[in-house]
């Protein structure tokens, strides 16, 4: 794999290497649109054919080798990665509209706001507004030094509670996501998540889920480097099952299997003791697989069947106090199933739906994460 930089010449330019950090960054890009294959292809160089720039990211603590000698994205380019997810996300949509995921009940924290006022018997001393307090006090003084404060010369910057929240996202990867952009933009946002629950909510619990035949959790670098289930059924009609503890040697991996996915996200979240708990489902499809005891059965066409167990297990989410936002997917065409589907979840869990491009998953994934119970349509 090779890094180049194209630009008009007219004579007068020198010549400017790449830097590392923007090479580093086209190889994140492609990582995000086709998964850890990217990474694959650079073990492929031998020991003294490896490119002058690569050794210089290397050396920039973005990418390292692991103890089997393959490439892989370091710690410090992992974050990379999400932070510029984040910033790139940020600049598709106001600022203004991302804030805390608040509520009236009182949590483990609290944030700052610009507003102050006075000081009352109790309040920390933490939030005092220095500024306010020694412009009172030397405003009732009538100037000069030192300033003498009173109590009534103090004030507090207000606050308001914020509870904790674990939120698992289920993203699907089912093979119809690699179309459209519609994996990679997911990957953008899930990632972006990441970078914002580290910065802004470090008392958060934040997990992600990938469904399909099955549903697995996945770290923040096997998210990185996740692709879609390449198809490998092309049958019109499928009615398939097999024991989850003895299956068979090839099975198709491309279906989608949100029951899955949901069981796995709220028995996560039942080992959480934050107050708030939240699933975001991210698909581009209705569910076309679920489980039954200890086998997993596969049904395309969609299916009712499939469907049931599906919202049952969605009412079991809402039962165990949890919120479910669903997020479909829709490509060009107007996919009515999938959005009555999502619908009936929302109305099953009394949570949130919409359906959205991939290009504006993000607003509608943070708007969702923040807190705001809001359905949203996609104009037409």
Known sequence: MSFYEYSKWDGSQAFQPQSAEKAFDQLSEYLLQHGEQVLRNLDEFEEDEIPDLLQQIEKQGLIEQDGEGKWQVSPKGLRRIQESALTNLFQTFQRDAVGKHDTPQKGEGTVRLDDSRPYVYGDSLANLDLHETLKNGLVRQ????????????????????????????????????????????????????????RAQYSQDTLQMVGFYTYANRITERELLNSAPKPVSLFDSHVRMRFDLDNPPKRVPEHFTNIHAGLRLARGLLSRQGAQNKQIIVITDGEPTAHLEGREVVLIYPPSEKSASHTLAEVRRCAAAGIRVSSFALIEDYFYLGLVNFVEEMARVSQGVAAYCSADDLGSYVFDSFIGGRRSRRMSR
């Not at 009173?150 to 606050?159: G, S």
């Not at 996202?169 to 459209?180: C, F, K, P």
């Open 142 to 197: 009538g100037g000069g030094s030192p300033i003498h404060l009173r109590y009534e010369d103090y004030v507090v910057h207000d606050t308001e509670f914020q509870s904790r929240c674990s939120t698992v996202v289920l993203i699907d990867m089912s093979g119809s996501m690699g179309r459209y952009g519609k994996y990679a933009m997911t990957k953008k946002v899930a990632m972006a998540l990441q970078a914002m629950v």
